[in-house]
């Protein structure tokens, strides 16, 4: 499995449904249907097709998540408004944010701290000047310049408890084709990393979990190519996260994390 020279075929190996839905199986069934309100904010597309598609994104996950019960979805461009952060249960950002102001953060305080919940997305963790200052509000950072990338295959190990809930029934070590940050900015010591990927001989933070103070946040940095969002481990993965970060059960939004997805036929 190799990178097309434009880098845009979707090369990755599909999965089997039998196997998504094992994992699925494994869950236990949501408890809860109070009113969830979730803002996704992107902005425009700024790599090459199939890349950092931004606006593809929100389009499609604002029609995925409308499908559950009792959930409400707003997009925001760059952004959210002041009414949007009000009435978030959870935040979910994709999209390379090249403006963390004080006014910005100052809003995003404001948020998290009457318990509002944070997705993060790939791109969205970059900060271009202060990494160290949007690691205290998302738990780890990285930095156009002071950290590394790499477009490629990578291998997403799984080392958080079997029992955890965002990380139950995955496989411990899942095959991906998209792209890896290193080194992240943060206090490690104040985050949980629940995934690892290898660069340069050595394990990095890839996905993690941050409380900060009465908010959860959530961040995961793969999501680079298009068809990683529509892979169902990838998808079964922020669809908890989503809902985890909203303080529901991590379960309630599963059953869309096979939605339109292509699978292997069975043998």
Known sequence: ?????????????????????????????????????????????????????????????????????????????????????????????????????????????????????????????????????????IGLASHPKRSKYRHGELDLKIIAPPEHPLTSGLPRNIHFLDETYWPMFGETNKVEVLALAAEEGKDWPMVWTYNRGKSRVFGTLQGHYSWTHDHPFFRILVLRAIAWSAREPVARLESLATVGVNFKPEQ
Not at 15 to 31: D, F, G, N, Q, W
Not at 100 to 111: G, M, S
Request: aromatic content about 10%; proline content about 7%; charged content about 20%.
């Open 1 to 137: 499995m190799r990178l097309a020279a434009a880098e845009t075929k979707p090369t990755p190996p599909l999965r089997t449904r039998a196997e998504v839905e094992s994992i699925l199986a494994k869950a236990s069934r949501p408890s809860s249907t109070r009113p969830l309100n979730i803002v996704l904010v992107a902005s425009e597309q700024d790599h090459g097709a199939g890349q950092h598609d931004y606006p593809a994104w929100q389009k499609s996950w604002s029609a995925l998540l409308g499908q559950a019960a009792n959930v409400t979805v707003t997009n925001a461009w760059k952004w959210p408004a002041a009414q949007q952060f009000e009435q978030a249960s959870v935040v979910v950002f994709y999209y390379w944010n090249h403006e963390w102001t004080p006014e910005v953060f100052q809003q995003l305080d404001a948020y998290q701290a009457r318990g509002g919940g944070v997705v993060l997305l790939h791109s969205s963790c970059i900060a271009d000047q202060d990494p160290e200052a949007l690691a205290e509000r």
